[in-house]
């Protein structure tokens, strides 16, 4: 079974103090959580999708929210 959820938060990138909004759609099958997040960094705004297994004690919003701030952080975004 699974089902769905979203998460919006906000992301603050360390290199520069940069706030990124972020929109995340999230499907969760037992421990496996998948997402696609809009990501919006003033004018512009992109997409990106991705997949995580969370820890039995951890919740899907802290697991997504991990899993995206760290695509974030790797990823080059200017």
């Given amino acids: 079974m699974s089902s769905s959820m ?3 938060f906000r992301h603050i990138r360390q290199r520069d103090g940069r706030a990124i909004k972020v929109c995340a ?3 969760a ?3 496996f959580l998948t997402w696609t997040a809009t990501v919006h960094m ?3 705004f992109f997409e990106m999708t991705g997949s995580v297994r969370k820890a039995n004690d951890e919740s899907d919003r802290h697991a997504v929210i991990g899993s995206i701030g760290q695509a974030l952080a790797v990823g080059r975004l200017d």
Avoid: Q
């Fill in 42 to 44: 003033f004018p512009a």
């Fill in 25 to 27: 759609d999230v499907i």
């Fill in 29 to 31: 099958r037992g421990n």
């Fill in 6 to 8: 979203t998460v919006d």
